[in-house]
């Protein structure tokens, strides 16, 4: 038992060291409003199946206020009104572009050819994606992403959130496997090490983008279209953060917990696929993570209860402060209050996860 201690001790000790020193973003200053460049925008959508959804958040982008954008909408291989809902915004707006998608043998529900298609017909330099189902916090969400390109900036990575639904635990756990997820790769962001963006509110050059030559290294893994390249052309020069409220998007959560298993399933196979020294420091952190709530629970039934106990109270000190800063950050603090519960359902969702993509591949991109 007293190894078991030590190992408890030492994991414990890196778990710590992750909270205080690689995810230093949440103790970060509020970012300073950067001065507003008004570039030429493209912004693109990739839409399959989002008629409803396209009627209800397409105004919110086509009223940002930005005097130089147009929005680029692709309509993959959908089935139900998408491309007549499309088209009747494009007679009413010349801003809107549409590229219209068929299924073909070689790139069968690809999202990232449909992706490359939309890229290839924006006619602006500045590309910035969003989702169907995503609508900016506010009119200033185009200027303040594209605010961040300077010189050296071809890439900002924001923060895409989910709506709040106050009565409901899943939107609560939903909400904070994407808080978690964000102080990771802001955190690694500012330390000159990013890993991944989010589709829901990613942007980036077309130079970047062509230079890169696309998806063409990840085009055959089914999802990755976001984090994938931001793993392959980010860097600690070229990458810009903006955490400002003025700059958050937030998307319709999954309904269901088995609909968002199988969604992050998705995402947990992309990751699969990052350098090798992102799946190091992740990996490390995750079963440090794993470790820890092991050990602890087989010490509370040991004479070394009580350090058990203390380890963990410290621990939950330093991650209340990491997550309340970060929350307010992002406007997500309503799950600072139940976080020790949101954490350890967390950890064992993505167990489960690792082990179910071991065993079966995850479903393509609908």
Request: proline share 3%; with cysteine.
């Amino acid at each position: 038992m007293l190894s078991i201690l030590i190992a408890f001790v030492l994991i414990g000790l890196i778990n710590l060291c992750y909270y205080l020193g690689f995810f230093r973003f949440a103790l970060a200053k509020n970012e300073n409003q950067p001065a507003y460049k008004d570039l030429p925008v493209s912004v693109i959508i990739c839409a399959k199946n989002e008629a409803v959804n396209l009627r209800n958040f397409l105004p919110a982008i086509l009223s940002q206020d930005h005097p130089d954008f147009e929005v680029v909408v692709i309509n993959d291989a959908s089935v139900d009104e998408t491309l007549e809902v499309l088209e009747d915004f494009q007679l009413r707006d010349d801003r809107v572009k549409i590229v219209d998608v068929q299924n073909n043998e070689a790139f069968w529900a690809n999202k990232k050819y449909a992706i490359t298609l939309g890229i290839k017909k924006a006619k602006k330099p500045y590309l910035l994606f969003t989702d169907a189902d995503c609508r900016p916090e506010t009119g200033q969400w185009l200027r303040e992403m594209s605010a961040h390109f300077e010189d050296q900036k071809s890439i900002v990575l924001g923060y895409g959130g989910y709506f709040i639904e106050t009565r409901s635990l899943l939107n609560k756990l939903i909400r904070f496997e994407t808080l978690f997820t964000a102080i990771q790769y802001f955190s690694y962001a500012s330390w000159g090490k990013p890993y991944m963006g989010v589709g829901r509110n990613l942007a980036y050059t077309s130079e970047e983008f062509f230079a890169q030559n696309g998806f063409a290294t990840h085009l055959h893994i089914k999802s990755g279209d976001d984090d994938l390249f931001v793993n392959g052309a980010a860097n600690s020069h070229n990458t810009a953060l903006c955490y400002s409220p003025v700059g958050i998007t937030r998307s319709i959560p999954k309904t269901s917990l088995k609909a968002w298993f199988r969604q992050k399933r998705r995402h947990v196979s992309a990751a699969s696929h990052y350098k090798k020294e992102h799946r190091l420091m992740l990996g490390l952190f995750y079963t440090s993570q794993l470790l820890f709530w092991i050990f602890f629970f087989i010490l509370l039934k040991s004479p070394f209860w009580q350090v058990a106990l203390f380890l963990l109270a410290l621990r939950w000190i330093v991650q209340g402060v990491v997550f309340y800063n970060s929350g307010k950050k992002f406007g997500e603090t309503d799950l600072f209050w139940i976080f020790p519960f949101l954490e350890l359902f967390l950890v064992s969702a993505q167990l489960v996860i690792f082990i179910s993509n071991i065993f079966s591949k995850p479903t393509n991109w609908k």
